[in-house]
């Protein structure tokens, strides 16, 4: 642990060159005023990865680089309710992998001042924008330059965001897919999805029944290559309308639908495909 057992500390610095089970940017039951940096290199080996503490207590913007190996998951923020972390940021890069989650809120911790992903390598299994069971505020950042993912999601896994969503997929990241909600619960308001690389299926909004989008827009750019877009979710609902733009020039999409899969779209579906773009077939719905 980066800061103490009860008593907090003004700056840490973790750097994980061999194993450990479980590594925390803040301290026991105590925060971190100051920096927080922790990172895993290559060849190293870690459980979870937490920016924050593990009872309770507050760490300030923490900053998490996973260049090796997390057999757990990664959290920018800390483990459990009580536990506050401000602005994490957290970067997958090289040949890192998280063979778990990788989060930019909290373990139920509470997260604000929105949190940043930044992947330019590697591969995560599944990757939040947000937190586990508690919402995030002030917004969620997913950039992917390169790497890939399973699926992508600007919300989190049970709890939404409270703030701007963005997601953006570079021309040299693949990504399984892409929601611009959450996973299994959670309302998340106008994400803005950017595609340019490769992508299996893009969702505007969430995956599960219980998980809410308002207002969601994609955008295909010319790189993107993408088989499946759909305006609305897998299951999840989809309120005031939804904004597909498709500008994709060098791979047809397969399928564009205007609402989800298993769900409808409240609203109005504007689907716009440029001049040059290309598509197979194109649905007002599913």
Request: zero cysteines.
């Amino acid at each position: 642990m980066g800061g103490g057992n009860l008593g907090k500390v003004t700056n840490t610095e973790i750097t994980v060159n061999g194993t450990a089970a479980d590594v925390f940017g803040g301290g026991n039951s105590a925060g971190v005023s100051g920096t927080t940096k922790v990172t895993v290199n290559e060849g190293a080996e870690a459980g979870n990865i937490y920016g924050g503490s593990n009872e309770k207590e507050t760490t300030a913007k923490p900053q998490i680089t996973i260049a090796g190996k997390v057999t757990g998951s990664v959290y920018g923020g800390g483990l459990g309710p009580n536990t506050t972390v401000t602005a994490p940021v957290v970067t997958l890069s090289g040949n890192g992998e998280v063979a778990g989650s990788l989060f930019g809120g909290g373990n139920a911790g509470i997260v604000t001042g929105g949190t940043t992903l930044n992947i330019t390598g590697g591969h995560a299994g599944l990757i939040f924008g947000g937190g586990d069971a508690r919402e995030v505020t002030g917004g969620t950042t997913v950039s992917m330059t390169g790497g890939t993912a399973g699926s992508v999601y600007g919300g989190g896994n049970s709890a939404g965001v409270d703030g701007t969503v963005t997601i953006n997929l570079g021309s040299g990241a693949k990504a399984d897919n892409i929601y611009g909600g959450s996973n299994s619960q959670g309302t998340v308001v106008s994400p803005k999805i950017t595609i340019e690389g490769k992508a299996g299926n893009v969702y505007a909004s969430g995956q599960g029944s219980g998980t809410i989008t308002k207002s969601p827009t994609v955008t295909l750019e010319k790189t993107a290559a993408v088989t499946n877009l759909y305006g609305g979710g897998m299951e999840g609902d989809t309120q005031d309308g939804t904004t597909l733009l498709l500008k994709n020039e060098n791979t047809p999409v397969q399928n564009v639908y205007g609402g989800g899969n298993q769900a409808g779209v409240t609203g109005i579906v504007a689907i716009t495909q440029e001049a040059n773009a290309r598509a197979i077939r194109i649905y007002g719905g599913k």
